[in-house]
């Protein structure tokens, strides 16, 4: 009897050990990010062509965020202030020429998540694109962070040159046969699509042309196998992480290239969405003659994405490229479930910014209208995110930096963010009335400053005499925002009352993050 009270009073004092020991072991974290996916490039959005099963997994068993946005519609700027939960305006990176070796003024002078877990006792790696300074990279613990020709992979380019490494032992390169042509990103042959920019030439007559095209300029189908693609390729280094990781405290970022322009996939996923299925965008033949980004992204000079056939071929790559990446979101999520640590890891899946495909004749980014700058969120963590957790408030990227250090429990550390824990949990909070993105490439050439509040957007420069338009979008009745009810509408006084509304909550954000433009936005006439 008295052996039997002994062993059970042991047995009970195991477990409160075990109790108190898992309650103090440290979470981890696996952030994952897309480059150029746009908010409604999931099924789980209400897309009902793309199938996103994986992610719609992961937005099921955690917190879904209907309304997320960039802080800036473009790489470089967005991802330094995701890494550091500071705004442009305090971060210092405005355009993406003030990343990896930038000296010419400080920029991102404060600390990244990454940095800061491993002060922590992290064990921090990193995959994939990195597009900001490369100072900042020397937390990550990667096996090889060189590619065989010298080449840093934290430095410009850094994962073409690691993944062509990878490609020259698994699909050496070789001469392009009949229709294909030459890649440049990966330097292996595809065969283009009706958009691509060289399109009907021959390969010997673009080698003899030596014309010099951006990526946004390429289409069509890879003849890379699809278990080699880059997609393919940092997903297994990720999986690969997680394995050799787990029995110790974790940040790994998983940075995927697509669906990024080349929009060059590879098969299956190459016409599995059909091009001749796909609609055009609505907004395709805006006039755009009451909009402020009339002249943006080159439109009228690129008529090829204002004609509704020729876009079906990018939407169609554009769909295959992210369901690729779902397929991969599958097996990462199975290898945090073989490990056993789906339950103490923190998962984040977003976006950079968005892809306008189509819309209003445009393409790419760089543009505060919704499919440049609303972005995916899901954020999934076991035991303390509730399953089926939809947010509505409107939320930027930039408050992902005061979400991990909450949830993780590592501290209080400044941020122009803030923790996304009382929208999850559904808490009294102002955080998530509105959303603010910048933008200040070329100065106040086009808009400065957008902020949405309650399906109400404002776009505006932010000096007094700036000669763009300004512009107000009622996105409940006009989802796709091609009536601009300011600029030059005649009835534009009728909206004054909800434009002052609309900035003067811009000016408490100004305000708040001490921006050097507040006067500017201040006195700027919008009628």
């Known amino acids: 009897m008295k052996f039997s009270l002994k062993l059970a009073l042991n047995i009970f004092l195991l477990i409160q050990i075990h109790g108190s020991l898992q309650a103090q072991k440290k979470k ?99 995959y994939g694109k990195w597009h900001v300074l490369t100072a900042h990279a020397a937390v990550y613990k990667n096996p090889n962070k060189y590619s065989k020709n010298g080449k840093y992979m934290f430095g410009p380019e850094g994962q073409s040159h690691m993944y062509k490494d990878y490609l020259d032992e698994v699909y050496p390169k070789r001469e392009p046969q009949g229709d294909e042509l030459l890649d440049n990103f990966t330097q292996r042959p595809y065969t283009p699509d009706p958009l691509d920019v060289n399109f009907g030439k021959s390969y010997e007559q673009v080698k003899k042309e030596d014309k010099k095209f951006s990526q946004p300029n390429f289409h069509g189908k890879s003849s890379i196998p699809q278990e080699q693609t880059i997609t393919a390729f940092y997903a297994k280094k990720t999986i690969d992480a997680i394995e050799r990781l787990k029995n110790k405290p974790f940040s790994i970022t998983a940075s995927f290239h697509f669906p990024h322009a080349p929009m060059i996939p590879s098969s299956p996923y190459y016409g ?160 998530g009335e509105y959303v603010v993105t910048e933008w200040d490439y070329n100065g106040p050439t086009s808009p400065n400053y957008m902020i949405v509040k309650a399906g109400w957007k404002l776009m505006v420069p932010y000096t007094e005499d700036s000669k763009v338009l300004n512009a107000l979008y009622d996105l409940n009745k006009d989802p796709y925002e091609m009536n601009n009810l300011l600029g030059i509408n005649p009835n534009k006084k009728q909206y004054e009352q909800k434009a002052e509304e609309l900035r003067s909550c811009l000016l408490e954000w100004l305000q708040k993050n001490n921006s050097k433009h507040y006067n500017g936005v201040l006195k700027r006439k919008l009628m």
């Open 28 to 126: 981890n974290i696996l952030f994952i990010i897309t480059d150029q996916q746009r908010y409604d490039a999931l099924s789980s959005a209400g897309n009902t062509v793309l199938e996103t099963p994986n992610l719609d997994r992961l937005a099921k068993q955690g917190a879904y965020f209907k309304n997320a946005y960039t802080p800036v519609a473009v790489c470089g700027p967005t991802r330094s202030c995701i890494l550091t939960g500071t705004t442009i305006g305090t971060n210092g990176v405005t355009t993406n020429d003030k990343t990896y070796y930038y000296k010419d003024e400080p920029v991102m002078t404060m600390k990244t998540f990454d940095e800061i877990l491993t002060e922590n006792g992290y064990h921090c790696e990193y």
């Open 272 to 431: 599995m969405y059909p091009a001749q299925d796909m609609k055009a965008p609505i907004s395709i033949h805006d006039d755009m003659t009451n909009s402020p980004y009339s002249n943006a992204n080159g439109r009228k000079n690129l008529p090829e994405f204002a004609d509704e056939e020729k876009i079906k071929y990018m939407i169609s790559n554009y769909y295959g490229l992210i369901k690729e990446i779902d397929v991969w979101m599958g097996k990462i999520m199975d290898k945090l479930d073989e490990t056993g640590l789906a339950d103490d890891t923190l998962i984040i899946f977003t976006s950079d910014h968005g892809e306008m495909l189509g819309a209003h004749g445009m393409r790419e980014k760089n543009v505060f209208y919704e499919e440049s700058s609303h972005v995916p969120l899901i954020i999934n963590m076991p035991n303390q995110i509730k399953q089926n957790t939809t947010v509505n408030g409107y939320v930027s990227n930039v408050d992902l930096f005061a979400t991990i250090m909450d949830y993780l429990k590592v501290g209080n550390y400044k941020s122009e963010g803030e923790s996304l824990r009382d929208l999850i949990e559904g808490k009294a909070t102002k955080h």
